[in-house]
């Protein structure tokens, strides 16, 4: 099927974790929110409180990839998230490809970027810089930091700076493409259709009157997720159980192309 196809497709980022491969994501899919918190600095329409009591109702965690220029305003918000089990990964400052910056420009984003979700793990957990995953020496999981190319679109020198601190671009193999579709049950479907064990979904962050649909199709998608008896987790839960029973060395594959994610 197509999940087959995406190491053919710019090779290097992240997209699933194959249960042939990692026994450990059995029945586990790592879901991610795009482009969090929220555009508007004004509380009347940030959507983050609802998708916090939506996530609990199904016992499900997430990874909320913040374009960290939206954070401002929204701070205790999302420190309520990490209180909760969440995590928050890199997407840059704002909203718009990299792929076209110089080496020195883009790693002065992703720094910045980085700096304010180290600042909201500060916040709660009193550590000054932590990586999304620490390196479990026991189990030797390797440490991970997350980072995910806004629109999907990659470029050599952006690619070099990740390679030097560190960080993994994380694509999807689980996409509606929720940015150009406004159909709720459509959206959750199409993710439906695409979720395995393994999978790493990925939904756009909704708001009061931008994206609000996105909901509902959340709502739909981990309702068939939980009669599938699938667990929703976090990007670096699903990495640390796929790292727990590994088989064979992880196997990073490319993305589906610029769907706006």
Not at 15 to 39: E, M, Q, S, W
Not at 104 to 113: I, K, T
Not at 202 to 208: C, G, K, L, Q, T
Not at 210 to 224: C, D, P, Q, T, V
């Amino acid at each position: 099927g197509g999940r087959s196809l995406l190491g053919s497709v710019f090779p290097g980022s992240l997209c699933f974790y194959d249960r042939a491969k990692h026994p450990g994501v059995k029945g586990l899919l790592a879901l991610t929110l795009d482009d969090a918190p929220c555009r508007r600095r004004d509380g009347d329409f940030c959507m983050v409180a609802e998708i916090q009591e939506l996530l609990r109702e199904f016992d499900a965690q997430a990874t909320f990839f913040c374009c960290t220029d939206y954070v401002a305003g929204h701070e205790e918000l999302m420190h309520d998230l990490l209180r909760d089990g969440h995590e928050v990964a890199n997407h840059c400052p704002a909203d718009r490809s990299y792929a076209g910056e110089r080496e020195d420009a883009f790693e002065a984003a992703l720094l910045q970027s980085e700096g304010v979700c180290d600042g909201l793990r500060a916040a709660v957990f009193g550590q000054e810089s932590t990586p999304c995953l620490d390196a479990d020496a026991a189990s030797e999981v390797p440490a991970a930091r997350w980072f995910r190319a806004p629109h999907g679109r990659m470029s050599a020198p952006m690619k070099k700076v990740l390679d030097k601190h560190g960080f993994t671009n994380v694509l999807t193999d689980c996409y509606g493409n929720d940015p150009w579709i406004r159909d709720a049950d459509y959206l959750a479907q199409a993710m439906l259709d695409r979720a395995s064990c393994g999978s790493i979904a990925v939904i756009h962050m909704p708001e009061r009157g931008f994206r609000e649909y996105n909901l509902r199709a959340l709502r739909i998608f981990l309702a068939g997720l939980r009669q599938r008896e699938i667990q929703v987790v976090t990007l670096s839960t699903l990495h640390r159980e796929a790292h727990a029973r590994s088989e064979i060395p992880t196997t990073v594959v490319g993305p589906l192309g610029d769907g706006g994610i």
